[in-house]
């Protein structure tokens, strides 16, 4: 499915010339206007911030999956697959991602990154891997990605969103597959992140959470346009110095 409204915004169908594109989960909430929204990408210049995980577990891919019909859900077969096309190293990420327009046609077009597509079919959860692995495999060129990525330990880390992971933050709402369902209590937290977008606000679970954040993203909106649009007192600095440092620890860019 990502594929197909990709291949959507690069055909011609899309209204805008668009230079990123990013795609969001339905529980997903920006952080940031549309305005700094801009002003942000403008410093990527080009390139992807697609997150690498460490940790990855290899039955995912190892093995070959199917649907059960009964119950909707994917299971294993004892049946193994055949190795990787182009020889890819399969690396962990997630499924949303602020990708560069020349890497989505890249993804579309090129050849192995095809192949690689059509490999993962019988995969468990591709999405959680397809992206980040065209970002790591440096040696194909995909537009975006840094020569020097696959020498970082397998983690390379993200502005795009911010996820309340069980291990990593003392949630405050609810739990949903080790991420925080957050609620009011959390808000105050969220408010002072950097990130471009949070993950998980729910309307239906928690509609208070989701709209004092509402009125927190109209405020800060208003704000913007009693300026003329200017962004005023919005601070670049952080995400000047992120891309910095993905600069000097990934050294040169494709």
């Given at each position: 499915?990502?594929s ?58 190892k093995?070959k ?23 890819y ?8 991602c602020?990708f ?7 993804a579309?077009?090129?050849e ?73 209590h959390?808000?105050?937290h969220?408010?002072?992140r ?5 993950n ?5 679970r ?10 927190w ?6 704000r913007?346009?009693?300026?003329n ?21 990934l050294?040169?860019?494709l």
């Amino acid at each position: 499915s990502s594929s197909r409204w990709q291949h959507e915004h690069v055909s011609g169908k899309s209204l805008f010339d668009w230079k990123y594109l990013i795609n969001l989960a339905s529980s997903e909430f920006p952080l940031r206007t549309n305005t700094e929204l801009v002003h942000i990408l403008s410093l990527f210049d080009g390139r992807n911030d697609i997150e690498i995980m460490g940790k990855f577990h290899l039955e995912r891919v190892k093995y070959k999956w199917i649907v059960n019909e009964k119950t909707m859900s994917m299971v294993r077969t004892s049946e193994l697959k055949e190795a990787p096309p182009f020889n890819y190293t399969i690396v962990k990420g997630i499924a949303y991602c602020l990708f560069s327009r020349a890497f989505v046609e890249y993804a579309l077009t090129d050849e192995r990154a095809k192949s690689l597509l059509a490999w993962s079919q019988d995969t468990y959860s591709p999405d959680e891997w397809y992206w980040s692995t065209l970002q790591f495999n440096a040696q194909f060129g995909p537009p975006g990605t840094y020569a020097n990525i696959a020498q970082q330990q397998r983690f390379v880390p993200t502005l795009s969103r911010y996820i309340g992971w069980r291990s990593l933050y003392a949630c405050r709402g609810q739990l949903r597959h080790n991420i925080c369902l957050f609620s009011i209590h959390d808000l105050s937290h969220i408010v002072k992140r950097n990130e471009l977008f949070v993950n998980k606000l729910d309307l239906e679970r928690d509609p208070l959470a989701f709209h004092c954040m509402r009125e927190w993203y109209l405020r800060r909106q208003q704000r913007e346009n009693e300026i003329n649009g200017t962004t005023g007192s919005f601070d670049i600095r952080p995400y000047t110095r992120f891309v910095n440092r993905l600069r000097q620890r990934l050294w040169s860019f494709l």
